[in-house]
């Protein structure tokens, strides 16, 4: 039977890319996504089309009620689950913290941070070998702005992902010994669509000269990282980061 990996935020950008390598390497799906329902069904028929096994499921990862939802789906759908990319993740206008308002901050926290807590949670209560589990491996998407800042941009962004690299080193020592792995992966300047959320669609191509390799990078590239830390070889990796940032 194939592993069963849950992928949010899988619509585009990286989650996507993760998806189709993924499901080249013979894992079930379920791609999460949030509105962009048109991108998700493109992406769902791509896989079934070359006979793999996947569904799309729609929720709020930031939405308790909607995290339980979605993981009682991939029960009756799979009944099992090997894997979670926490991929999901919002951007706001770029802005100096002095102009940012408490809403923003939460709005951003609760995407990033507890849609990822949750999202792990309701995953172990499958995975864990001492609820039952066969163990399983979690990966999150944290960011190079964790430890950069991301001054008069997105500090607010930065402090979440600063967040999750708290939680996945604490989560890792929690459950080492229940079967389960977390581990992060931290993209720098990628090509994706999360820029023009933040309004500069060009960021990564003004700031790539600062990269010591002086480009910015794929998806596929940090889809590549992703794939290797919820492999068997990676298998006595755990609490553990990627940088996928071209040295910046």
């Known amino acids: 039977m194939s592993k069963v990996l849950l992928i949010t935020g899988a ?27 048109q991108a998700a069904n493109e992406l769902l028929d791509s896989i079934r089309s070359n006979g793999h096994h996947a569904i799309a499921y729609q929720a709020n990862v930031g939405v308790e009620a909607e995290v339980e939802a979605m993981y009682r789906a991939i029960d009756d ?13 919002i951007l706001e206008r770029q802005s100096d913290l002095v102009d940012m308002t408490v809403a923003r901050w939460q709005r951003i926290f609760e995407i990033n941070v507890i849609g990822s807590f949750l999202c792990a949670r309701e995953a172990i209560k499958r995975m864990s070998t001492r609820l039952g589990g066969e163990g399983g491996s979690i990966v999150n998407l944290s960011s190079r702005a964790a ?9 607010d962004y930065a402090a979440a992902k600063g967040a999750i690299d708290a939680m996945t080193i604490g989560l890792a020592k929690e459950v080492g010994d229940q079967g389960i792995r ?13 820029h023009a959320d933040g309004g500069e669609a060009g960021r990564v191509d003004r700031l790539k000269t600062g990269v010591p390799m002086q480009r910015g990078g794929s998806p596929l ?28």
């Open 221 to 248: 590239e940090v889809a590549e990282a992703i794939l290797w830390l919820l492999s068997d070889a990676s298998s006595y990796t755990s609490a553990s980061f990627i940088d996928v940032s071209g040295g910046r």
């Open 77 to 89: 759908e799979f009944g099992r689950l090997d894997g979670v990319v926490n991929n999901a993740g």
């Open 147 to 155: 430890d950069l800042g991301a001054p008069h941009e997105y500090v």
């Open 182 to 194: 977390v581990n992060a992966v931290k993209p720098g300047l990628i090509y994706t669509d999360i």
């Open 11 to 37: 619509s585009r950008g990286i989650g996507a890319e993760t998806a189709c390598l993924a499901a080249e390497r013979g894992y079930s799906l379920c791609l999460n996504y949030l509105r962009n329902e």
